[in-house]
């Protein structure tokens, strides 16, 4: 994915006035600068830069665990802890990404930073990464990687459970002979220090001042407070900057339709907050119908969960735009697809049990939108309420108790790629990284909520998505980085 420019912040100059010759004048000019320069201060902006940054390309990142039950990942997937998989998923549909590790012939398109669990995976399950994308697992206990038949002839690469065959399941399945030898790499993407990063811009954009103002049917202003279940509301974006729409859980699930009189673009993106501590940071989540919009309009769109631990989505139409909820465990239950980002604290995209028959729950497809705009908003008037209050969200990093480095200029702040494959260090000024999830990355308990709309009618699949491009040339980012 190309990274747009950054944007500086813009900073009103400060004149001032000072009388010479006056024996106060030096206490005079003192307190003007810094009352002027807490106005100031308070009118700057609020600068996010691109807030995928650091993903390297992948479409949907974890910090912990991940099970992919059903269906597919239309592009590259990152897993920061263990991969589980249901009976048949598919990853790379449309492209593998552009994240080439340094003497691969072929980009990584499913990277795991922990193991393959075979035993909670469907006893018949496969994994299927196509494009001829390679596989890339950071621990190899419990799995083998075979590049060979039984006869010793050369075959696509599977990944199967220790001491098992070829043919065996649970396994993962290659569509290339990936060397046997360069499967099992660890340390290739540093996930504690990039989501320390990306909770940071999550609170960065919960500070964002709101200013989409929401229309009714007849195109009179609807204040968020007035909205009840099954209310259709017309947003209209303008144009060359960041519109900020900022919604409580509650308000956004009472929406039923969101008709967009323009439709987001690079410079014109639009970023949904939403605010879950009124229910402690979980949230169940029944989607509205977006119309006016289609996946074209996807990159532009963000749908920030700063304060969310536990997220949902039980019923609805699709989701248009990038999911950025980095302190969330992430369940979804609709049939419907995300057309965009997944970034998330941990994923099941269906889980193993509980649907027809007893059989796994269709979860739709993540379809490979990534994110394309560069956010900067105006400062809130008020700050909103911090995550730390509801007690749901984790902390921020401790150590210095600086924030983590701003997306504008440098970008992420990994260093070069290296050939070693070392881990990333962790940036610089935010301390230490976060700790990496305990246990199994099992999902909160689920969420209490009024009743669910009923499930909309399952959109039709894609005929065919464009092949993002390829990008030759690396770049730094959270590991080997893609341009």
Known sequence: MKRPPGRSAFASPLVLLVAAGTACSGTL???????????????????????????????????????LGSTESEGPVAVGGDLTFGAGYNVALDTPGDFVVPGDARPTALLVGGRIDHAGSSPVGVLRVLQDGYVKIGDETGSTALDRDPNGASVNTRVVEEGSTYDSTPRVELTVGQPAGSVFRSGLMDFTSLFSVYRDRADRMAECAADVTLLDGSGNPLDPSDITPGTDVRISLTGGRTNVLRLTGQQLNDIDEITFLDRPTADTPLLVDVDTTATAGVFAWNTPTPAGISSADAPYILWNFADATSITIESGDSVEGTIFAPRADLVDLDPSNIEGDVIVKTLVAGPLTGGPSGGGVNAGEIHYHPFDAELLCGPATSPSPSPSGSGSPSPSPTGSGSPSPSPSGSGSPSPSPTGSGSPSPSPSGSGSPSPSPTGSGSPSPSPTHSPTRPPKPHPPHHPQHPQHPQHPHPEPGYGYGHD
Do not use: K, Q
């Open 29 to 67: 000019t003192a307190l003007t600068l810094t009352g002027r320069s807490a106005e100031v201060a308070s009118r700057a902006p609020v600068v996010i830069g691109n807030p995928v940054e650091g993903n390297n390309g992948f479409g949907v990142v974890t910090e912990g665990d991940a099970t």
